[in-house]
């Protein structure tokens, strides 16, 4: 009996009831997600029905069809269902502006990635604390971190942009909290440890991740909430994270101050007491100590005029002694944004189906537009038919000015993303973003470092370490100001138009070697000046490239799937950062030891020799291990002899300024996506203009890719 029963219900496909106390295993869609909980059956008030975390459907599937069963949640779906795609959607009425505080708070926080240039020289003096040592890292192996980050972010862009479209802000901004707050976290550890891979993996790995997810969650949500200003609600969403740095170079610095203990100090160099400073078979500054050949680092004024006079002095300090404060600033960065994050997250709402704001064009001042049946003509005819929701898609932007010259027509029509990846306009468009983005982000990696070696020898009483982190968060104003400016300003030039005038970076950039070589030969404010406004418009360029871009996506491709395709083409943002600030580092590699020669041959060997305990023979064993340094050969270079320094990125801008022409040309060539083309990769439609269609409803999922 018992047997037959089981049987029958293994035909089924279902389970035993209670009372015959057999429970088969439910059917594949039905297992490993949350499921329904029958409040009718056990007396308790139901969290809303078919609800799971990620966006899914009761049975895991959003095709599949609905089953309730009798599964209590637990404690840990109770706490993840504020983050679900149902638990966000705003109800009708809402007010739209409520939305901008929650991706500010985001943004915001994992914006703080502009403002890595303020570790890179603390990050190659973890060991010597006041100045490199031979075992700290060259800042060719510090800079990439950064580019590691952006690729990680063009890796979870491209991935995980349908993936975002279908869970919602909410669950993406909370992913990203965890992504970006735990990577700080294994960073600080890495700095610690004096690990470089743990860098990579933290900031680099998990950081770029986080960054991925919070960048993208709130941008196709606030398009979907602001369809009649798509220009200007991606400079909303975008803003904020131009403008992270704004508050993250500050509290970088303050927190390193706070975290910084100084070095063992052995004594100065030529006072009685202090032991004797050698050079060894590697090339290190040692001394003896109890027996024992330790290895040190000379401080001259150079150095020390990097950090407070209470703290630090002209001397020969034990590697190893000290802390630069970085971990301990990561370590506390960590816990901060986590926080930051959630709260923001949770201030995320999704819009209600057929969402239209009120008096945005194209929906004639109501939500509803005539069926078919009106449209044949007569008031009875009227009457019978059925109102169409006017979809947020089907709302035609404002147009460009005619006199500004031939720009885009906004699509309406929507391909998905894999089908976007079809045409050619997305390779030029990601070509034209790559290309413009790589000068703003190269002066972004590596700005406070530049701005101290083009200016700090010709000018320190003007440059120093204050004033260059103010430079950072300087460029990060910048950034912010392009991102809102320049989305908004491309609602009345159009998105091509707007994307030409960010062109003309390369000029800018070909001026920075003019004004670095001004400075070196007569020494005054008005090249620093030039420099400082000449980079600030080139970082508001870069803000503008990507705060324009989604806007420019839905104009190509329609808005239905901004977010999938945005994802995609951000794998662009990684290419830039790819490109740009390793190039620099192997170019500026370069320049240096070009620089580090002319010096040497200027200089008298029996000095050399006296001062670095090696003949000059041995110049690239003594850089390899820090001992020898430009401003060290200065010291024993003829009078008058020029500091090399400021012209160390001369090839780097020359190199931005040839690949933003490239992107121009990108540009030039993009044009709307022709109609046979959408007709072939079968391109949605919006139900306005398809009347005889029912209204569709926004699940947040993406349509399925098609074949042509």
Request: charged content about 15%; aromatic content about 8%; overall charge neutral.
């Amino acid at each position: 009996m018992l047997r037959s029963r089981v049987r029958t219900l293994v035909r089924a496909g279902g389970r035993a009831s209670a009372t015959g106390r057999v429970a088969l295993r439910q059917p594949r869609q039905q297992r490993g997600h949350y499921r329904q909980w029958d409040s009718t059956a056990h007396g308790q008030a139901s969290l809303p029905a078919g609800r799971c975390f990620l966006g899914t459907s009761a049975d895991g599937d959003a095709d599949a069809p609905q089953a309730a069963t009798a599964a209590k949640p637990g404690l840990l779906q109770h706490a993840l269902y504020p983050f679900t795609r149902e638990a966000s959607v705003a109800p009708e009425g809402f007010n739209r502006w409520l939305v901008v505080p929650g991706s500010f708070l985001v943004q915001l926080s994992i914006g703080s990635v502009y403002a890595w240039s303020i570790f890179n020289e603390p990050l190659t003096r973890l060991q010597g604390v006041i100045a490199p040592a031979s075992g700290d890292w060259a800042l060719s192996s510090v800079v990439p971190i950064f580019s590691a980050c952006a690729v990680t972010l063009g890796i979870c862009t491209f991935t995980l942009g349908k993936w975002a479209e279908r869970v919602g802000p909410r669950a993406v901004a909370a992913t990203a909290a965890l992504c970006w707050s735990s990577g700080l976290l294994v960073t600080g550890v890495g700095c610690m440890t004096h690990t470089l891979p743990l860098l990579y993996a933290g900031y680099g790995a998990l950081g770029g991740a986080g960054w991925a997810l919070g960048y993208i969650s709130p941008v196709s949500n606030l398009i979907k909430w602001f369809p009649d200003r798509r220009g200007l609600a991606s400079g909303m969403a975008l803003t904020a994270f131009g403008g992270g740095a704004v508050i993250a170079t500050p509290l970088n610095e303050w927190l390193m101050r706070k975290n910084f203990v100084p070095p063992q100090l052995v004594g100065t160099v030529g006072e009685p007491g202090c032991p004797a400073v050698f050079t060894d078979e590697a090339g290190r500054r040692v001394v003896e100590l109890a027996g024992e050949v330790k290895e040190v680092v000379v401080a001259g004024a150079s150095e020390v005029g990097k950090f407070s006079a209470e703290l630090v002095e002209q001397g020969v300090y034990l590697v190893g002694t000290g802390d630069s404060g970085a971990a301990g600033a990561f370590m506390t960065l960590s816990a901060g944004y986590l926080v930051t994050m959630l709260f923001g997250s949770l201030l995320n709402r999704v819009p209600p189906a057929n969402y239209v704001p009120a008096g945005a064009a194209g929906a004639a001042g109501a939500a509803t537009a005539p069926g078919p049946a009106a449209a044949a003509g007569g008031a009875a005819a009227a009457a019978a038919s059925a109102a169409v929701p006017v979809a947020a898609e089907a709302i035609v932007p404002p147009q460009p000015k005619a006199w500004l010259g031939p720009s885009l027509q906004p699509s309406e029509r929507s391909l998905d993303a894999d089908s976007a990846l079809r045409t050619r306009q997305f390779y030029l468009l990601w070509a034209a973003c790559m290309g413009s983005a790589v000068a703003g982000v190269t002066v972004i990696s590596s700005a406070k470092t530049i701005m101290s070696d083009c200016f700090a020898t010709s000018l320190p009483a003007i440059v120093t370490g204050g004033f260059a982190a103010s430079y950072v968060a300087a460029l990060s104003a910048a950034n912010m100001a392009g991102r809102l400016g320049w989305a908004s300003a491309s609602d009345v030039l159009g998105r091509k138009n707007a994307y030409f005038a960010l062109a003309a970076g390369a000029p800018l950039c070909l001026s920075v070697p003019l004004l670095t070589h001004w400075v070196s030969d007569a020494p005054s404010a008005a090249p620093l000046v030039l420099f400082f406004g000449a980079t600030w418009v080139v970082v508001s360029f870069y803000g503008g490239v990507f705060s324009v871009l989604p806007a420019y996506i839905a104009d190509l491709f329609g808005q239905r799937n901004v977010g999938a395709i945005h994802g995609r083409m951000l794998t662009a943002w990684s290419g830039a950062a790819l490109t740009g600030p390793p190039l620099l580092g192997w170019l500026r590699g370069r320049s240096y030891t070009q620089a580090l020669e002319d010096l040497a041959a200027k200089v008298d060997p029996a000095a050399f020799s006296d001062r670095f305990g090696a003949p000059l023979e041995r110049l690239h064993d003594l850089a390899a291990a820090k001992t020898v340094t430009i401003s060290r050969l200065l010291e024993l270079a003829p009078p008058g002899t020029p500091d090399p320094t400021p012209t160390l990125y001369d090839t780097t801008m020359y190199s931005m300024a040839g690949i933003l022409a490239a992107a121009a040309l990108a540009n030039a060539a993009i044009s709307n996506v022709p109609p046979d083309v959408l007709d072939r990769l079968k391109a949605w439609t919006p139900p306005a203009l398809e009347p005889n269609k029912p209204a569709e409803q926004d699940t947040g999922r993406q349509p399925a890719a098609r074949d042509s």
